[in-house]
């Protein structure tokens, strides 16, 4: 045990996180400082900032507010100092954050231009460790509806139901929908399966007068618009 380590209560008082926080605002607090706020104390070897940075750092050496992102629920409750409430805390805050970031993008989504959609998406599905596909329902202005998830798959392998699909697009009162599924690999090139999939799911939504805006396949960081990018399927627009 370390018995020489810092306690909150003796750093001086400009430097404490709350006192931070009420002088100069969230802004000027680290991202050790927001995480200590969250946690509020920490552990008998380490003060909260201390416990926060251990937390923020990753297998290699760094530290990011990513590595809080992509650590599960059963690697923080392994880090000394943390335990189930604590873990359950940290994960809510990090998919909050996902979600305030999502509200923003959200007023700025335009479902016909792929750029934006992807963009949209891109950070909550790129670091998904198995494949996962979701459909987002739009109206007769291209105004999303809402988005659902539809399937989730193994490392590479997500099953579509074009019958589901379709089901949620009539029951929403959707007029057209888009596709979206990631890659694990991080590589957004379609198989096979994709193109062929999104094909029969174009076709199939002629006949009831719901259009397929698209099938977007996101990698790390990468995305591929199948509608707009794939050759072999640019004759069925």
């Given at each position: 045990?370390?018995?020489?380590?810092?306690?909150?209560?003796?750093?001086?008082?400009?430097?404490?996180?709350?006192?931070?926080?009420?002088?100069?605002?969230?802004?000027?607090?680290?991202?050790?400082e927001?995480?200590?706020?969250?946690?509020k104390?920490?552990?008998?070897?380490?003060?909260s900032?201390?416990?926060?940075?251990?937390?923020?750092?990753?297998?290699?050496g760094?530290?990011?507010?990513m590595?809080?992102y992509?650590k599960?629920?059963?690697?923080?409750?392994?880090?000394d100092?943390?335990?189930?409430?604590?873990?359950?805390?940290?994960?809510?805050?990090?998919?909050?954050?996902?979600?305030l970031?999502?509200?923003?993008?959200?007023?700025?989504?335009?479902?016909?231009?792929?750029?934006?959609?992807?963009?949209?998406?891109?950070?909550?599905?790129?670091h998904?460790k198995?494949?996962?596909?979701?459909?987002?329902?739009a109206?007769?202005?291209n105004?999303?509806?809402?988005?659902?998830?539809?399937?989730?798959?193994?490392?590479?392998?997500?099953?579509?139901?074009?019958?589901?699909?379709?089901?949620?697009?009539?029951?929403?009162?959707?007029?057209?929908?888009?596709?979206l599924?990631?890659?694990?690999?991080?590589?957004?090139?379609?198989?096979?399966?994709?193109?062929?999939?999104?094909?029969?799911?174009?076709?199939?939504?002629?006949?009831?007068?719901?259009?397929?805006?698209?099938?977007?396949?996101?990698?790390?960081?990468?995305?591929?618009?199948?509608?707009n990018?794939?050759?072999?399927?640019?004759?069925?627009?």
């Open positions: 045990m370390n018995f020489n380590h810092t306690k909150l209560k003796e750093i001086p008082v400009t430097e404490r996180p709350y006192e931070k926080f009420l002088t100069f605002g969230p802004a000027a607090l680290s991202d050790a927001l995480i200590a706020v969250i946690i104390t920490g552990s008998r070897d380490k003060n900032i201390d416990l926060a940075r251990e937390i923020l750092k990753g297998n290699d760094t530290y990011s507010l590595n809080l992509d599960s629920f059963k690697e923080l409750t392994a880090v100092g943390i335990g189930k409430v604590k873990a359950i805390t940290l994960k809510c805050a990090a998919e909050l954050s996902v979600r970031n999502g509200v923003k993008r959200r007023e700025r989504l335009v479902l016909t231009d792929p750029s934006t959609v992807s963009s949209y998406y891109m950070e909550s599905m790129r998904l198995t494949e996962e596909t979701r459909v987002v329902f109206d007769g202005a105004r999303m509806i809402c988005d659902e998830v539809m399937t989730l798959g193994t490392v590479n392998k997500a099953y579509i139901s074009p019958r589901e699909i379709f089901i949620k697009a009539l029951e929403y009162g959707a007029v057209s929908i888009i596709l599924h990631n890659h694990p690999s991080g590589d957004p090139t379609p198989s096979k399966e994709d193109i062929l999939i999104t094909g029969k799911i174009k076709e199939a939504g002629k006949l009831i007068d719901i259009t397929l805006l698209d099938h977007i396949i996101i990698g790390d960081g990468r995305y591929i618009s199948i509608l990018d794939i050759t072999e399927v640019r004759h069925w627009q």
